[in-house]
């Protein structure tokens, strides 16, 4: 289907997307991060809101003008992440987990700025595990047929990992791009598998991040009925 003038199939819908890559504060001016740009999840909203939804848009860090018509809602960490991701899912009827997640945060923040010690060697930086959002959310659907739906990078066998992590977080759909040289990071164009809970497989071919956001959209209204 040609998209120049979006079919309105996701109107009266409300979705979820989360964007960008969370920050995990280690004092006032340092952070764990990661690099998503945050132009996959921003690309999946404006193409929600062209088909009809209403969007929620949690975006951790991503530096990216808001989308025309969206709701965005500014986050910083995982748990801050959680919590928005879990309040706007209430009442949502898809859920999209672009997100760039940080799986460990540090355990402790120094409210001051750490500083070096003359002859010492630094402090070790201990880390504790960051909730799992999206398995959260598959486990406990906030309503009956919400679709809740992955993202995941992945190397080596890329299928086998990904069906792996389809089943272990409980998503019905898990995007699975192979990352590399070129690929995904700050790039304008993806090239992605969209597996499916029902044994599915779309393949996506290299193109524009709205191109796979359409895709995932396909997919999504077609389980909402
Ligand atoms: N995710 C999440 N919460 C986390 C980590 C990841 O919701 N704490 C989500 C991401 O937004 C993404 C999906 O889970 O949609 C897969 O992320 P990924 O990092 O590939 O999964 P992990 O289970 O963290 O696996 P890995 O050990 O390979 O990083
Ligand atoms: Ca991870």
Same mark, same amino acid.
């Given at each position: 289907? $040609?998209?120049?003038?979006? %079919? ?10 989360? $964007? ?6 280690? *004092? ?12 996959? +999840? ?40 959680? #919590? $928005? ?7 949502? *009827? ?23 010690? *003359?002859?010492? *060697? ?13 398995? #959260? ?12 739906? +992955? ?26 791009? #192979? ?6 990071? +700050?790039? #304008? %164009?993806? %090239? ?34």
């Amino acid at each position: 289907l $040609a998209r120049g003038v979006a %079919e309105p199939d996701l109107r009266g819908r409300h979705v979820v997307v989360s $964007a960008g890559g969370t920050r995990e504060p280690l *004092d006032p001016v340092r952070f764990l991060g990661n690099r998503s740009s945050g132009k996959q +999840g921003y690309a999946l909203a404006r193409t929600a809101a062209a088909r009809g939804a209403r969007v929620t848009l949690v975006s951790a860090n991503a530096g990216l003008p808001d989308p025309a018509g969206v709701d965005v809602v500014r986050v910083g960490t995982a748990v801050q992440l959680r #919590e $928005a991701v879990l309040k706007a899912a209430a009442d949502a *009827d898809a859920v999209v987990m672009a997100a760039a997640v940080a799986d460990f945060r540090p355990a402790a923040y120094a409210s001051g700025k750490i500083k070096k010690k *003359d002859g010492q *060697d630094p402090d070790p930086i201990v880390l504790v595990r960051n909730p799992d959002i999206l398995a #959260e959310i598959s486990a406990d659907r906030a309503r009956p047929g919400q679709v809740v739906v +992955g993202f995941a990078a992945e190397t080596d066998d890329v299928l086998a990992n990904g069906r792996a992590k389809l089943a272990r977080k409980g998503c019905d759909l898990l995007v699975v791009n #192979e990352v590399g040289e070129r690929k995904t990071f +700050g790039s #304008e %164009e993806n %090239e992605a598998v969209v597996l499916g809970a029902d044994g599915s497989e779309t393949p996506v071919p290299h193109g524009p991040k709205e191109a796979l956001a359409d895709t995932v959209w396909d997919l999504v209204a077609g389980r909402l009925g």
